[in-house]
């Protein structure tokens, strides 16, 4: 038995979340670039959550939160081509990228394809190339002994996995008026920062990561620079952590610690709106892409908080009753409220 308010909103339980964690054969099967991403079993995705749910860890678990942002505004993926949904999306996107005061205009989705969680991509073998042709050129270094003396045995083989996959925690999926596919690829924290480095490069912090597997998968590589027309990326937290180029924070008793200067994401998206501090950051890009592909990458970079994708939920009215009333009483419980 779930736990309020879970129960509510999902009375049959939570399989019917099961295109969360599932690509479908079809969307795959409509645009190869995904076929990148590794399968998982959707009934093991979805015993993990549950599992989560009945435990003290629930009210601390960052992705219940995300799947339940995408939730509201997707809800069991039965009718994604429901106008209300898309027109929803547009709003949110629309609140995004320009309502307050991202300097990009805003996607727009003429139809819904899904959203997923917990997207496992591959590894990113155009950064894998320029670590071991640039970076580790003249052999092995980082900081630590026993990290360089691990990293000079992996540069030794013929193809080292230096970075791994990545673990993206969402993305939504869908067409704009020309049938053009578009993605939206979402990095969501809580109270948790972004890391600030991987196991072999004590210089790469996680935007910086997801932003570069998002345009390795776009443009297969760096083969098709016209797969750029397909990336969006969105910083996905609370509220109270915006920094005012992206809108205002939402104001908390915490006000007087300045939290919208207490993470490490509230610096790098700020630098981020600047095309070259972009690409400072993906220096393997450099040659690649010109001014204005990077100038497309920094104004493609948004900020959503909880705080929007819950005003938006219930002011278009996504969910009916009891759901509306468990929907935000999740997300107060976790401080995130709507008028």
């Known amino acids: ?21 599932s690509p479908s054969a079809c969307e795959e099967a409509r645009d190869t670039r995904l076929s990148s991403c590794i399968p998982r079993k959707t009934k093991g995705w979805i015993a993990e959550y549950q599992h989560v749910a009945l435990s003290p860890e629930f009210y601390h678990h960052e992705p219940w939160l995300t799947l339940m942002a995408l939730y ?105 008026y020309a049938g053009r596919r578009m993605y939206i690829f979402i990095e969501a924290k809580f109270l948790s920062d972004i890391s600030k480095d991987i196991s072999y490069l004590p210089v790469r912090n996680q935007l910086a990561r997801n932003i570069d597997c998002a345009l390795d998968l776009m443009t297969e590589g760096g083969s098709n620079l016209d797969g750029l027309n397909d990336f969006w990326f969105v910083l996905l937290t609370p509220g109270l952590f915006r920094i005012p180029s992206y809108g205002s924070p939402i104001s908390t008793a915490l006000d007087s610690f300045t939290p919208s200067k207490s993470r490490l994401f509230c610096y790098k998206m700020d630098e981020y709106r600047d095309p070259d501090l972009v690409k400072l950051d993906l220096p393997h890009w450099v040659g690649r892409l010109n001014d204005s592909h ?13 705080e929007d994708v819950v005003e938006v939920v219930c002011s278009e009215h996504l969910l009916t009753e009891p759901g509306v009333t468990a929907y935000k009483e999740f997300f107060e419980a976790r401080g995130i409220t709507v008028g």
């Open 72 to 176: 509201g505004m997707l809800g069991d993926h039965t009718d994604l081509d429901s106008q209300q949904r898309v027109s929803a999306v547009n709003q949110l996107m629309n609140v995004v990228y320009t309502g307050k005061g991202a300097k990009a205009s805003a996607p727009r989705f003429s139809k819904l394809l899904g959203a997923q969680v917990e997207v496992c991509l591959r590894e990113n073998l155009v950064f894998r190339d320029y670590l071991k042709r640039s970076t580790f050129k003249n052999g092995a270094y980082h900081p630590y002994a026993d990290r360089r003396q691990t990293l000079a045995h992996k540069l030794s083989r013929e193809s080292p996995s230096l970075e791994g996959n990545t673990m993206l925690d969402a993305l939504i999926s869908g067409e704009d």
């Open 294 to 306: 990077w100038d497309h990458v920094s104004k493609r970079t948004g900020w959503m908080t909880f």
């Open 1 to 21: 038995m779930l736990p309020e308010p879970l129960s509510s909103l999902f009375p049959q339980g939570l399989d019917c979340l099961g295109p969360y964690f």
